[in-house]
């Protein structure tokens, strides 16, 4: 929604908008909310559509006020990720709180790189970038890129401002070849929908036959990279708990299929918690099976 029609001009507005207090961004992530869902009414049919499906069980009444929680998340983590631009370190460790990252540090001291999975739950990109402040070793983020080039850069600056390394998803096994001396940590948001043509791994999500990318698994089985599931609960405007999960460590012992299953029950156990904190106006579930 930001990234449509961006232009230069637009790039400076929202490095000024950063620029404000929380406070501030708070009371305009009110007006944006009622602004998305009473008056553009941005993608409400695609959101109802969505919580209608996954939770069948929920009467219209419960729908709708999910619906709500949700736009008013959406308009604070748009103000959230524009901040993004001009914060400090020290603000961004004060905003994300991790437990269980010594898990990971006792797998760099001992040499090794470990993957990392999460959904697009919360604020992952300011997640993302306290990851890299709170380790020793390089933090890996795969991504898809972005049309819009001026958007692309203006994310691409904000996201690797502390370190972090951003690869696209199709250069991942150069990326792995690059870094395969030194202690990494490879993070995937791997709850994103695959194109039509890799759409050939369904399994059910949320109630629905649903798409998966197999990149985390197939990475995992070649290594044997220790997987851990990274949780993450919103506080507050602005602020989050991480909590490190182990997820598979010794992927030589799956069957097919298996992590990529056990990646979408951690996040749909997620999910029905507080539903409101998952993206939920993304076009998920645009493939069905053949």
């Not at 049309?147 to 390394?165: C, P, Q, S, Y």
Request: contains cysteine.
């Amino acid at each position: 929604m930001i990234k449509r029609g961006i232009t230069h001009v637009g790039v400076f507005f929202l490095y000024l908008i950063s620029l404000l207090p929380l406070r501030i961004l708070f009371i305009f992530s009110r007006l944006l909310y009622y602004l998305l869902y009473y008056v553009i009414r941005y993608r409400k049919k695609v959101v109802r559509t969505n919580l209608t499906n996954a939770f069948p069980e929920k009467s219209v009444k419960e729908i709708l006020s999910i619906e709500k929680k949700y736009f008013k998340y959406l308009a604070e983590l748009i103000f959230e990720i524009i901040e993004l631009a001009t914060i400090s370190k020290a603000e961004t460790l004060k905003r994300v709180r991790f437990t269980g990252l010594e898990q990971i540090e006792n797998r760099f001291q001992k040499g090794e790189s470990i993957l990392a999975c999460t959904g697009h739950y919360g604020n992952w990109e300011l997640g993302t970038l306290a990851l890299g402040l709170n380790l020793s070793g390089k933090t890996i983020v795969i991504y898809k890129p972005i049309n819009n080039r001026i958007f692309e850069a203006w994310f691409d600056k904000l996201r690797t401002k502390f370190g972090n390394v951003f690869v696209a998803m199709r250069q991942t096994l150069r990326c792995m070849a690059t870094y395969k001396n030194e202690p990494s940590l490879l993070c995937f948001a791997s709850d994103q929908s695959p194109v039509r043509e890799e759409s050939k791994y369904f399994l059910n999500f949320l109630n629905q036959p649903t798409a998966a990318l197999l990149g985390v698994e197939k990475i995992a089985k070649s290594t044997n990279r220790a997987i851990y599931y990274f949780k993450v609960t919103p506080v507050k405007m602005g602020y989050y708990d991480v909590e490190v999960l182990p997820m598979c460590l010794d992927p030589s012992k799956t069957v097919d299929g298996e992590i990529t299953n056990l990646h979408f029950h951690f996040l749909e156990n997620i999910i029905k918690d507080k539903p409101q904190y998952w993206l939920w106006s993304h076009k998920r579930w645009k493939f069905k099976p053949e």
